[in-house]
């Protein structure tokens, strides 16, 4: 199997993106979720409950999406194996639910290059949506990644 084309910190311009491939939301995700983690709250997996909520149908856990859409649940890790420091930094605002049968997508943006302790960084935006939805994001997860320049490797 060819490797994937590495990508260094000097090919993550600005506004470099990368988009993830699909990924549909199933019942399997739900249940091995809640098996992992323990979060049985019946919005994620009782239809009846959460028809009763404003969300009308379970909604998707905020941390499964976000695993799902995770960096390394992405062929673009496997594009930085050769540069990726470290992944010191990560937030999550979750703007919209997520339902299961949909189809989501991580899509990532490259920041500013910074220097921190004599190490080049990327502030990287990761967001996730679903595909069948018009919105911008569900997700928006700001990174900091410690990705290598070329010269260092």
Known sequence: MPRTKQLFADDLAVG???RGEAAALTSEHFSQFAALTGDKHPI???AAFAAKTKFGRPV????LLTAMTALGATSFSEALEDAMVALVEQQMRFLHPAFRGRRTNARV???LKQTVHGRPYR???IFSRTLESSRQADIER???LFVA???EV
């Open 16 to 18: 470099f993106v990368f």
């Open 109 to 111: 943006r490259s920041g």
């Open 60 to 63: 998707a856990h905020g941390l």
């Open 123 to 125: 502030d990287c935006r």
């Open 142 to 144: 700001p990174a900091r």
């Open 44 to 46: 994620h997996y009782d």
């Open 149 to 151: 320049p070329q010269s």
